[in-house]
């Protein structure tokens, strides 16, 4: 009976795997069955098995138990379909059909042996890069591990704009500084005290003072990109579309609101968070009160013609930010003409690429890797 109870227990954990998430922790728990799914068909495994001479529940439990393998592999599989084109289409999107030759360390978009690999730390430092009158803000360097000028990636953190720093999921950094990337983490002002548009000021003045600093930190200062995730790639896009920066050569949006205006008129699960709360911090009130602000910080307002290449990396479960967001930036870049990708990924959800090795995370590496290529000089 044990077992069997386990069994149903477990398939409805898997359910994370193909539904969206009820509430708070159990979002927190659907990263983990995403991304490290073998541990949990591993541990079904062993339950399926441990009971195969049991008479009672044997049949019912035994059929459960494989469909819930079935289930909690489902994130391999459909990342393994995926990755069978990306490739293609990402150099049909940004390098007119022309394959850039992999690299070493990154050679299919998705593998898996990668999902038992680690990960390597490359050493940082933190520089302070602008001082205000009530503050100074700091960034995370990581140069590159290729000699060198070479072009640096600004990574800019999540936490709703009112939480979280410039440590926060250092692996991908490490990686591209491993690929030959100088990488930035920058800190920004947060709410509720600093609202739009001090962020984006930010990310202006770290762009100065890396600018400025270039010869000894061996930065090619005509090559720039932006990378932001969640409340930090609503920074990025809206710095890239606005800033006017020719050096900034392209912009890359892990599960980033793209339209504010939209994202406050359908708010997310209140179980899982509070996103207009979290928006009235930000913005200086409810969107009746400042609607004005709500244009402002919305990045799919600003895209034209002469927006820079895009990436778009969202998975289709994100109970903080709709997918939606990137459907309709999706579509205003396919209107205006801009090369861009949108990398969907039906599986994951807000977070999901917490782990670099697991299916979500080998797809997204790969496609900014791809997309770094395609858009800065070697």
């Known amino acids: 009976m044990t077992r069997f109870l386990l069994i149903i227990l ?13 509430a708070y922790y159990f979002w927190l728990l659907a990263i983990l069955v995403t ?6 068909a591993g541990i079904t495994t062993i339950l399926v098995l441990s009971g195969i001479w049991v008479k009672k529940y044997q049949l019912a439990g035994t059929i459960i138990g494989i469909v819930t393998i079935i289930v909690f592999l489902s994130p391999i599989i459909k990342a393994y379909l995926i990755g069978y084109d990306l490739k293609k289409e990402l150099s049909i ?24 690999a680690g990960n390597k730390v490359v050493a940082n430092k933190t520089l302070t890069f602008v001082t205000y009158t009530n503050t100074a803000l700091t960034l995370d360097y990581y140069p590159s591990q290729i000699a060198g000028k070479k072009p640096c990636v600004i990574v800019i953190h999540g936490g709703s704009w009112s939480s979280g720093d410039s440590k926060q999921l250092p692996e991908l950094n490490s990686y591209l500084a491993r690929a030959g990337y ?27 003072y890396l600018a400025a600093h270039s010869e000894e930190l061996q930065i090619d200062t005509n090559d720039f990109v932006l990378l ?13 579309y606005t800033l006017c920066d020719k050096n900034i050569k392209g912009v890359i949006d892990f599960y980033g609101p793209a339209d504010m205006v939209w994202g406050y008129s359908v708010p997310s699960n209140p179980l899982v968070m509070n996103s207009r709360g979290v928006m009235d911090a930000y913005l200086g009130g409810a969107y009746n009160k400042v ?9 799919i307002r600003f895209v034209d013609q002469f927006s820079i290449p895009t990436l ?37 959800t807000h977070g999901f690429d917490y782990n ?23």
């Open 10 to 22: 477990f398939f409805l954990i898997s359910l994370l795997s193909v539904l969206k998430a009820p």
């Open 35 to 40: 991304e490290y799914p073998l541990i949990f």
């Open 93 to 116: 999107a940004f390098d007119s059909g022309n394959e850039i030759p992999d690299t070493k360390d990154n050679h299919t978009p998705f593998s898996l042996a990668k999902l038992f």
């Open 182 to 208: 100088n990488v930035a983490a920058v800190n920004y002002r947060m709410a509720p005290k600093h609202q739009n548009p001090a962020p984006r000021e930010d990310v202006q003045n770290a762009l100065k």
């Open 228 to 240: 932001g995730r969640s409340a930090g790639a609503q920074i990025a896009l809206l710095s890239a």
């Open 291 to 299: 609607p004005q602000n709500y244009e402002q910080s919305s990045p």
């Open 312 to 348: 778009i990396i969202h998975g289709e479960n994100d109970v903080l930010v709709a997918y939606e967001h990137s459907n309709k930036l999706n579509n205003k870049l396919n209107d205006a003409g801009v090369a861009h990708y949108w990398l969907k990924l039906p599986w994951a």
């Open 356 to 378: 670099l090795n697991g299916p979500g995370g080998q797809l997204s590496t790969y496609a900014v890797e791809h997309f770094l290529k395609a858009v800065t000089t070697p």
